[in-house]
């Protein structure tokens, strides 16, 4: 779910800095119930989204110690995404795993068709 690049320009430009913060957190908080819930297809989506707004955000040429960028909202917003890119690197493990096993199950298939007559 993302506006075209007319329409997001537009929305963020009525939006204050510490209202976009407000929007990151809340996307950031769904992301990682989509990564609990393994809902990466929503996940990703919800990433484009997030995305959009942060290259908007820091594109403003905002300085990261001025008043607009709390820092307490700044460092849940990196605590969220760390939690997220941990599930996702659980996730990745998890199919890498199931990867090997299924390579070596068909190696042991192929062993086994070399005894058959």
């Not at 707004?53 to 990196?78: A, G, K, V």
């Not at 096993?101 to 005894?115: F, K, T």
């Amino acid at each position: 779910m993302t506006l075209s690049t007319v329409t997001e320009r537009s929305v963020f430009e009525t939006q204050g800095i510490e209202d976009i913060l407000d929007t990151l957190l809340a996307i950031s908080q769904k992301m990682l119930l989509k990564a609990q819930e393994s809902a990466w297809q929503e996940l990703a989506e919800l990433q484009l989204e997030r995305d959009e707004m942060l290259r908007y955000i820091f594109s403003q040429e905002q300085r990261l110690d001025t008043p607009s960028f709390p820092p307490q909202r700044l460092e849940h917003l990196l605590l969220l995404n760390e939690k997220i890119v941990t599930l996702c690197q659980q996730e990745r493990d998890r199919f890498s795993q199931g990867v090997k096993e299924l390579q070596r199950g068909s190696h042991a298939c192929d062993i086994y068709r070399g005894y058959i007559f």
